[in-house]
């Protein structure tokens, strides 16, 4: 099975960089993926780790160790726009293959 | 490429009936997965299929069913409907050689 832990809000600033962390326990890991979701809206997909490190895409970056079960997203150069809930997901193996188990999500609001 | 798309995007049902969702999934996508999102519990997965055949089922009741199709369309039925049921039911799809999901704008049921 699977528990997915991420903090249910934080707030930043516009132009500042932000940092949301997700841990996660898992019998068969087999990728994480961030999503962003805003209100009222689907959720669209933002970056996917399934070796340890760091996947850079433009303004978002995202940090796996599967050692510790531990990922992060790192928002920078903040913008309103990115005020939005961000959901972690794992993906799993074996009886699991092709089940997503997703945390309660962030919501990050971005002052001025 | 057209996105995910749902129908209907709206339903209003009243307990005991059942109702039909329908997911046309990203062309060349084959993986299509269900989910159900409300604000106490968050995305929880419905089930995911592909080729026409369920890989996956999550922990809801035996009320909730569903199907793909030859062309990858897929279905999910909920009969017998109650009041908890009433949700946003989004539906996600994945490339051939990827695990990213692209999910719909989902469609909103309302139980009375």
């Known amino acids: 099975g699977q528990n997915i832990d991420q903090p249910t809000e934080m707030t930043a600033t516009e132009g500042a960089i932000v940092q949301i962390n997700c841990t996660y326990q898992t019998s068969g890991f087999n990728g994480l993926f961030w999503y962003q979701q805003h209100a009222g809206e689907a959720p669209t997909f933002l970056s996917y780790?399934?070796?340890?490190g760091l996947e850079e895409k433009g303004r978002f970056s995202s940090f796996l160790s599967r050692s510790k079960g531990y990922s992060y997203l790192l928002l920078k150069e903040l913008q309103m726009k990115d005020s939005a809930s961000y959901l972690c997901a794992v993906r799993e193996t074996g009886t699991n293959a092709g089940k997503s188990t997703f945390g309660d999500g962030t919501t990050l609001t971005v002052k001025p | 490429k057209a996105g995910v798309t749902q129908t209907p995007r709206y339903l209003i049902k009243t307990r005991g009936q059942q109702v039909t969702l329908s997911c046309s999934p990203i062309?060349?996508?084959?993986?299509v997965s269900w989910y159900q999102q409300t604000p106490g519990q968050g995305l929880q997965f419905l089930f995911e299929?592909?080729?026409?055949?369920?890989?996956n089922k999550g922990n809801f009741p035996g009320r909730f069913s569903g199907r793909q199709f030859s062309n990858s369309r897929s279905e999910m039925n909920v009969s017998t409907l109650e009041l908890g049921d009433s949700a946003l039911y989004l539906c996600?799809?994945?490339?051939?050689?990827?695990?990213?999901?692209?999910f719909g704008p989902g469609t909103r049921l309302t139980v009375t």
């Open positions: 299929y592909f080729s026409e055949t369920q890989r």
């Open positions: 780790n399934v070796l340890d």
């Open positions: 062309s060349g996508h084959r993986s």
């Open positions: 996600a799809s994945s490339p051939p050689r990827g695990s990213e999901q692209y």
